[in-house]
């Protein structure tokens, strides 16, 4: 991208951040059914589809088409990417069940977190962490946050329902 004498625009993020949304973008193209099936969902064509996942192109996704997409899909493949970016973390909320779902919370959460935990020890095992390492452990934790993010919903769920 340049400005409007020919110099390079200056961005926030590196450019690997730039790549990895791009990345996600394609990702979600497809998890969409592909350009021609998601541009039947979106404003944008099929061509526009495919430059916004392509790592020579300058053009990104706006912001709606991602919402459209992402709606089609089922999965915030974008949104979760750019939340990890600025270093938060996307759960769904969870809805209440009553008492004995948050039993079933408090469960998930006990295996969610030891896993996490166990993983994370085996890794630092030898006093390094390799990126398959990290990358396996980082999954663990995101599973570990979710489920405590879910308990958290469907506590809050709990206790609006029972002041009604």
């Known amino acids: 991208m340049s400005d ?4 390079p625009a200056a ?7 730039y790549a990895a949304i791009r990345e996600r973008t394609g990702a979600l193209v497809e998890a969409a059914g ?4 998601a541009a039947h969902d979106t404003r944008v064509g099929a061509p526009w589809l495919s430059r916004y996942g392509n790592p020579h192109e300058s053009a990104f996704a706006p912001v709606d088409v991602i ?20 270093g938060y973390v996307l759960v769904p909320v969870a809805t209440a069940g009553g008492a004995r779902d948050l039993m079933r919370h408090l469960s ?6 030891g896993d996490a ?8 095992a030898d006093g390094k962490v390799d990126d398959a390492e990290a990358e396996r452990v980082g999954r663990e934790l995101g599973e570990a946050i979710a489920a405590l993010a879910h308990c958290r919903s469907a506590l809050q769920a709990l206790a609006g329902r029972a002041t009604r």
């Open 4 to 7: 409007e004498a020919g110099a």
């Open 11 to 17: 961005r926030y993020l590196p450019a690997r951040d």
């Open 34 to 37: 592909g350009c021609v099936a």
């Open 67 to 86: 919402a459209d997409l992402e709606a089609r899909s089922g999965e915030p493949v974008v949104t979760r990417k750019l939340a990890e970016l600025a």
């Open 108 to 113: 998930v959460i006990s295996k969610e977190g």
């Open 117 to 124: 935990v166990s993983g994370l020890a085996a890794a630092l």
